[in-house]
């Protein structure tokens, strides 16, 4: 906990954003992978955010990660016998994962991550100036 809250606040999101980047990347990163049952499937993740006071402000909010849910959308069943990973009826599993939507979730947790950053410097350029004001 800092003395200006501010950096609490920021520094919540750009976490929460953090862990919202990770997943997409996991989700991108078996969009194409297959399994022989739709149990062993890959489900795509998606972060649960939620406010979170400030222990010192509560009058103030930041976010934190309350869970990381699993998709409950059904993978997608092929046919492809050929396939090493197929069950005995040929079929294989794979997620359902849309790659452009999670480029999508992609872009705006990178961007609400960065608009974080510039909250977090502005702070801190304010203070470095406050103090500097007795020279």
């Given at each position: 906990?800092?003395?200006l809250p501010?950096?609490?606040?920021?520094?919540?999101?750009?976490?929460?954003?953090?862990?919202?980047?990770?997943?997409?990347?996991?989700?991108?990163?078996?969009?194409?992978?297959?399994?022989?049952?739709?149990?062993g499937?890959?489900?795509?993740?998606?972060?649960?955010?939620?406010?979170?006071?400030?222990?010192s402000?509560?009058?103030?909010?930041?976010?934190r990660?309350?869970?990381?849910?699993?998709?409950t959308?059904?993978?997608?069943?092929?046919?492809?016998?050929?396939?090493?990973?197929?069950?005995?009826?040929?079929?294989?599993?794979?997620?359902?994962?849309d790659p452009?939507?999670?480029?999508?979730?992609?872009?705006?947790?990178s961007r609400s991550y960065?608009?974080?950053?510039?909250?977090?410097?502005?702070?801190?350029?304010?203070a470095?100036?406050?103090?500097n004001?007795?020279?």
């Amino acid at each position: 906990m800092s003395n200006l809250p501010i950096f609490d606040v920021a520094g919540s999101a750009m976490q929460a954003q953090s862990v919202r980047l990770s997943t997409v990347a996991s989700n991108l990163a078996n969009a194409n992978t297959i399994a022989g049952t739709a149990e062993g499937a890959y489900r795509a993740k998606m972060p649960l955010f939620q406010t979170e006071t400030i222990p010192s402000k509560p009058e103030l909010a930041g976010v934190r990660v309350a869970e990381v849910q699993e998709s409950t959308a059904a993978p997608t069943r092929r046919y492809d016998p050929g396939n090493p990973s197929a069950n005995e009826q040929g079929y294989v599993f794979a997620p359902e994962i849309d790659p452009v939507a999670q480029m999508v979730d992609m872009i705006s947790a990178s961007r609400s991550y960065q608009a974080n950053v510039e909250v977090f410097n502005s702070a801190k350029e304010l203070a470095v100036a406050t103090l500097n004001m007795g020279r």
